[in-house]
């Protein structure tokens, strides 16, 4: 192909396109199979049918400049898919796994498409080509707004996937609700819980406990109350005590004051 011929180079471009979303469209068939968040799945299954109807734009795209559409050996697209293939036989990833490995994998493809569209549009551009321009910016269009999904419910769709992980492997925090409507956590790995019984928590339990130590009533059986009462009991000791203690220290003072014994020779 003559470098100068710019025709030419705009054939190579669209049959490199052309063969790419064949290849896409299969892998698409793939990724139905593989996630599993509804979001994402129904708009992988919707770009299934807009991939579709970007590859007849595509040969309409050939008709446009005069060209029989022919397909054009696309290693871009080719590697994409080996990458993921390869990931997914020589790490034996988890479902969860796959399906995180499959964000960035779907990004890359439809970065590459958009690439592919971009350039093909400069050339036809070049070249006068309207109604090819006009195509291909439509599929452009569609390849855009699917990456940008993507990039916008990436996060959201990996954290999702990360307690799910976490969650498999024991390591995360479960909230469990109980009669008295109270919640507790437990970890599902076993390491931590934290229960509640007939809805009371263990952190009254810790209460009573204190309120025992200190003295106090905990109006929790009569063993409590029991102790209560002796409380009682030795406060009236002690004040009984205390009086005798009073009287004792008073009769003192008046019998030793200098009016007392003036009093007493009279």
């Known amino acids: 192909m003559p ?10 471009e669209l049959g490199d396109l052309l063969y790419a979303e064949k290849l896409i469209l299969k892998m698409l068939g793939t990724l139905t199979r593989e996630v599993h968040n509804p979001e994402m799945l129904a708009r992988v299954q919707e770009h299934v049918g807009e991939t579709e109807e970007q590859i007849e734009r595509l040969k309409r795209a050939f008709e446009s400049i005069g060209e029989k559409a022919k397909a054009e050996k696309c290693d871009a697209a080719i590697g994409l898919k080996e990458e993921h293939d390869s990931f997914k036989k020589e790490e034996k990833p988890s ?22 569209y971009r350039s093909a549009i400069a050339v ?27 990039e916008r419910s990436s996060v959201k769709a990996l954290k999702g996937l990360a307690a799910g992980m976490d969650l498999a492997n024991g390591n995360a925090e ?65 004040g009984a005590s205390s009086s005798k203690s009073g009287g004792t220290k008073s009769g003192s003072k008046s019998a030793s004051s200098p009016r007392s014994r003036s009093a007493a020779r009279t």
């Open 3 to 12: 470098s100068s011929d710019r025709k030419e180079l705009l054939k190579h």
């Open 95 to 116: 479902r969860a796994m796959l399906e995180a490995f499959d964000l960035g994998s779907s990004l890359r493809v439809e970065h590459y498409e958009i690439a592919g």
């Open 124 to 150: 036809a551009t070049a070249l006068g080509e309207r109604e090819c321009v006009a195509l291909l910016s439509e599929s452009l269009r569609e390849e855009e707004a699917m990456a940008t999904f993507i």
């Open 174 to 238: 479960v909230v469990l609700t109980t009669n008295g409507g109270r919640s507790s956590s437990s970890r599902s790995g076993g390491s931590k819980s934290a229960s509640s019984s007939n809805g009371t928590s263990s952190g009254s339990k810790a209460s009573s406990t204190s309120a025992r130590r200190s003295g106090g009533t905990t109006g929790e059986g009569r063993s409590s109350s029991g102790k209560s009462g002796g409380g009682k009991a030795s406060s009236a000791k002690s």
